[in-house]
């Protein structure tokens, strides 16, 4: 599974877009790009996944570029229950739906009132 | 839904002590896995079940762990004997081939 770069911390203010990037540059063809966020003593929570068009739920938006090098989570309005750990996981879609999800150390978000 | 129970929510033992730790799944998902998160490594998968037979067990530690499946409702992972290095938070997941996995509120161990 291909390894991904985060920035280990970001602010953001509440109401505000928190914009998480994240760098994949040797991910496969065949490998999605999912999120995970991890509220403090809480386990991790599935936000978002996406292969190559950017995706959209109740919850963010993702978008990937289109060399799939990269990737932005948009948190659309940071409340200050968003404080949490995000993860960036790059994993083909057997593996990461029924298998291994590889966790790297995250983006520790604070957002602020 | 009443997603992924693990319990205890804590534990606290001496070493040499056995422990054993509790996941009943989301009713039917038919993949279970058993995740270790510490400060120093982070989130680690120890095991993985499909259809309640172990896949992949390359991340337990050591011998002095392992985990059944006996049913589709519930799994252990036993810690026989306990070293305070096994100090951490476990979680549970569970997942489909269909949907991304689901995870536990954990059961945090602490080894004395």
């Known amino acids: 599974d291909a390894k991904t770069t985060q920035p280990p911390s970001m602010d953001c203010a509440e109401g505000r877009a928190a914009n998480l990037p994240c760098n994949h540059s040797?991910?496969?063809?065949?490998?999605?790009v999912y999120w995970y966020r991890q509220i403090h003593s809480q386990g991790p929570q599935y936000i978002i996944h996406?292969?190559?068009n950017n995706e959209t739920n109740e919850m963010a938006s993702l978008i990937i570029t289109e060399d799939r090098k990269s990737s932005t989570l948009i948190l659309p309005h940071a409340t200050l229950r968003d404080t949490a750990v995000y993860y960036c996981?790059?994993?083909?879609?057997?593996?990461?739906?029924?298998?291994?999800?590889?966790f790297g150390q995250g983006t520790t978000l604070q957002v602020k009132p | 839904d009443a997603g992924v129970i693990q319990s205890p929510r804590h534990e606290v033992t001496e070493m040499g002590q056995e422990v054993t730790l509790r996941c009943k799944p989301i009713?039917?998902?038919?993949?279970l896995f058993w995740y270790r998160q510490t400060m120093m490594r982070g989130l680690e998968l120890l095991i993985y079940?499909?259809?309640?037979?172990?896949?992949?067990d390359s991340g337990m530690p050591e011998d002095r762990f392992s985990a059944k499946m006996p049913n589709a409702s519930f799994s252990t992972l036993k810690i026989q004997p306990s070293e305070p290095r096994d100090s951490a938070v476990y979680f549970c997941?569970?997942?489909?081939?269909?949907?991304?996995?689901?995870f536990g509120d954990g059961t945090r161990l602490s080894i004395l």
């Open positions: 040797t991910i496969s063809g065949n490998e999605y």
């Open positions: 996406g292969l190559k």
């Open positions: 079940f499909n259809n309640n037979v172990p896949i992949d």
């Open positions: 009713s039917g998902h038919d993949y």
């Open positions: 996981i790059v994993s083909a879609f057997r593996s990461s739906n029924t298998g291994k999800l590889i």
């Open positions: 997941a569970t997942g489909t081939g269909a949907q991304p996995q689901h």
